[in-house]
């Protein structure tokens, strides 16, 4: 695929998704997003993370996107805490349900650093502190999954895992674009 062949598919990756009815299609700035996008290290996780959130539409600013890109990344790590927890409880009392309670405290951890550090942090404009936090969040993915393998057992949250560390690599990258150069 070339450059621009590949550049016209992410256009209209994100027509596509912001055509819903849904989103109010009136102020959306298709092209404002994915320019953002183009700006970080995964164009199409971030299209499609920023481009399932209506807020997104509303948007004018990189900083507006940044924002919007820490909420949802606030939301990944509580959502799939609690997907964590419940598979915690059921498998309590086995090899399964101990790693899975590491993940849970991972998750935790990452929660606590996600809603207030680097809210805060980002909040006061301080976008390298809140950047450093939240890569710091994206490796609770690895610690569940390094969890399963000290057990010699597949995770069952590999995939909302991979959504973890994604969401907060395009968190991450967004807020460096806000650091003044």
Excluded: W
Excluded at 87 to 109: I, R
Excluded at 138 to 156: H, L, T
Excluded at 166 to 180: G, N
């Amino acid at each position: 695929m070339t450059s621009a062949t590949t550049s016209t598919a992410m256009a209209l990756i994100v027509l596509a998704a912001m055509s819903f009815d849904t989103l109010p299609t009136a102020h959306v700035d298709a092209d404002f997003i994915f320019r953002t996008c183009k700006k970080t290290n995964n164009v199409v996780v971030c299209l499609a993370m920023l481009s399932a959130d209506p807020k997104s539409a509303y948007a004018t600013t990189e900083h507006d996107l940044t924002r919007i890109a820490l909420e949802i990344a606030i939301s990944t790590v509580y959502n799939n805490d609690r997907v964590i927890a419940e598979l915690a409880e059921e498998k309590e009392g086995t090899p399964e349900g101990d790693a899975l309670l590491v993940c849970h405290n991972a998750y935790l951890g990452a929660d606590n650093n996600l809603n207030l550090q680097a809210h805060v942090a980002f909040e006061y404009a301080d976008y390298v502190g809140a950047s450093k936090v939240v890569s710091l969040a994206k490796g609770v993915g690895d610690a569940c999954e390094n969890a399963f393998k000290r057990i010699n057992k597949k995770s069952p949250v590999t995939g909302i895992d991979r959504q973890m560390t994604e969401h907060c690599d395009v968190t991450a990258d967004l807020m460096d674009l806000l650091v003044p150069k």
